[in-house]
């Protein structure tokens, strides 16, 4: 019997230091009203200095794993999306946080791929269920965005927060309760709209031209990249399986700028009971933004069994996705 792959459990953490757009007006020649009317956000959550990535990561594990019915035992493979890892190369934050929850001598391993992470993850996850390689795959999208950034930058600091969110995908037989489609792209000729050097041997070069090590951003030229990409990679997926914007329950976009989210949602006919924002709250907090937004439906009792959702999200690489599945929890 042919295998699909269906998100059973959502789940999310957010860290306890809630911050105010006025916080940072006392450092930054900016204001709460010009980060409300350009971006939306009102509030962002940042985690502690002696919280890692992989803290976050493994509290929202945790959460899914319980709403899935599965033990940790039961899990096959951990991937995590991370573009804060809690080190720079090895060991992976999927490794720390499979330690973490006693998952011990199963895969275990880190994709790059910024805000798409979570689209990214689903279509792994997907391919290795349908494949049979896999049961039971725990997919987290964690970030401590804090902690690579500038915060003498105010075209970026204010823009993202932390936190992470988890789901448990695990092998079905109904087509009707899985993800039906995932498409994933990328076009690295604009790397340099997003990134973060950091001090490697290999980056040396390349912070000779930066102005820091944190993460920079060219802000308007992504924006207009973004929009562009977000509606054209919907209207794909929606054509290619058949599906009009009126049959989908709920559309999450990655939560970067409630601005973009608009831009896209009204370019696509969505009415604003399917949009699901959160950026107000969370700001940008690149791969877990997507989860944790899955997570706000579902913990306010919105989110039902079988319900069609529209992913779709767009970050440094330049990485986009968007996925198209029935909630399966
Ligand atoms: O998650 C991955 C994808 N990320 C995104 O999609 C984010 C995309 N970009 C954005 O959300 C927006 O471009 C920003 C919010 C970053 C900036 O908004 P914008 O409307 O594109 O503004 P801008 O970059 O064109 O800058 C307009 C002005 C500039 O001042 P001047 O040069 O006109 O004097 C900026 O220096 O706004 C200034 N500015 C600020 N002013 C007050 C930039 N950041 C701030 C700030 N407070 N925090």
């Known amino acids: 019997m042919k295998k699909y792959a269906c998100l059973k459990s959502i789940a999310s953490y957010i860290p306890t230091r809630c911050v105010k757009n006025s916080e940072f ?114 997919i987290i999208g964690a970030e401590k965005v804090s902690s690579v950034l500038d915060f003498t930058d105010r075209g970026t600091c204010v823009l993202f927060g932390d936190g992470a969110g988890a789901a448990v ?11 039906l489609d995932v498409h994933i792209s990328a076009d690295g000729s604009y790397h340099d709209f997003l990134f ?30 973004g929009v562009k990409t977000l509606i054209s990679d919907v209207e794909e997926i929606l054509q290619r399986n058949n599906i009009s914007s009126t049959q989908v329950d709920f559309f999450i976009p990655h939560q970067a700028n409630l601005r973009i989210i608009s831009a896209v949602g009204e370019q696509l006919n969505f009415t604003s009971e399917q949009v699901v924002i959160t950026v107000q709250k969370y700001g940008n907090t690149s791969a877990a933004s997507i989860p944790m937004a899955m997570n706000d439906i579902y913990e306010s009792g919105k989110l039902k069994n079988g319900d069609l959702i529209l992913l779709d999200a767009f970050g440094g690489g330049v990485t986009w996705g968007s996925a198209l599945l029935h909630f399966g929890g």
């Not at 951990?78 to 001598?105: E, F, H, Q, W």
């Not at 695990?170 to 899985?178: A, H, I, R």
């Not at 930066?210 to 308007?220: A, D, E, P």
Request: neutral net charge; hydrophobic residues 35%; proline residues 3%.
């Open 25 to 138: 007006e006392k450092s930054l020649d900016t204001s709460d009203e010009w980060i409300r009317k350009r971006t939306g956000i009102q509030t962002r959550y940042f985690a502690s200095k002696e919280q890692n990535t992989s803290d976050l990561g493994v509290e929202a594990a945790k959460v899914a794993l319980e709403r899935s019915g599965f033990q940790a035992s039961d899990i096959d493979l951990v991937i995590v999306a991370t573009l804060s890892p809690d080190y720079l190369n090895m060991p992976s934050t999927a490794c720390l946080i499979s330690a973490k929850l006693g998952i011990r001598n199963k895969p275990a391993f880190d994709i790059s791929t910024a805000c798409s992470g979570f689209i990214y993850l689903l279509s792994l996850a997907k391919a290795f269920i349908e494949s049979d390689a896999y049961k039971n795959i725990l």
């Open 169 to 179: 995908i695990t092998s079905t037989t109904d087509k009707n309760n899985s993800i």
């Open 196 to 225: 973060t050097p950091r001090a490697t041997r290999q980056s040396e070069f390349m912070q000779e031209n930066c102005i820091s090590q944190y993460l920079q951003m060219k802000g308007n030229e992504t924006f207009k990249l």
